[in-house]
Structure formats: C-alpha cells, structure tokens
C-alpha cells in the first residue's frame, strides 16, 4: 500500500515532471520496470548529454519518482511505481464523484 502523497509532495512531482526531458526519462524508466536502466543507456536512447540527463535524474530523484541503486559498476535508475501510484491517487482522488462510469474505483 502507497503512502498517501500531500498537496506539497505532489506539487514537486508535477514541477519535476514539467519538463520534457524529464517527463521523456520517466516514461522510460515506467516502461522499462523494476530493473532500471544505467544513466549511458537513459543518455543514449534520449540522446541527452550525460550532464544534462545527471540533472534531471536528481530532479526526478528529488521528487521521489526515481530510485537508483548499484549493480557492480553501474548506477540503474527505476521509477518508483508506489510514488507514481500516489502522485495519481491524490490527482484522481476527488474524480468524478456521483458518476459512476467516470469513477477511477468503478
């Protein structure tokens, strides 16, 4: 179960995710699952320099959308699905409330 994301969590998560380099590294990370990818592979498939794409790793890092762990050398970056699952929880969590076919629980 998900950890109920605040009014300020979630604003730092759209501001993280209001750039689109960031918005395109994250659409990967949520395609590629679980295992993540290394930053040379992120860099490559996004053709983003890789100092660039350190920036808004750590942005998105920040906002909690992103994870890293190690793996001998390499550093994989994963996108946190229980943040992303909190982040549209809160965006969804007053919808459409009195019609049922709308309802995200329905």
Do not use: W
């Amino acid at each position: 179960m998900e950890a109920k994301l605040g009014s300020e969590e979630a604003v730092k998560a759209l501001a993280a995710l209001a750039q689109g380099s960031r918005l395109a590294i994250f659409r990967l990370l949520v395609r590629q699952g679980a295992d993540g990818l290394p930053a040379g592979t992120i860099a490559k498939t996004l053709d983003i320099p890789l100092a660039t794409l350190s920036f808004h790793l750590q942005q998105l890092s920040q906002a909690g959308l992103v994870s890293s762990s190690r793996d001998g050398r390499y550093i994989l970056y994963a996108a946190n699905y229980d943040q992303m699952n909190s982040l549209i929880a809160y965006l969804s969590e007053n919808c459409c409330r009195g019609v049922d076919d709308l309802s995200p629980n329905s």
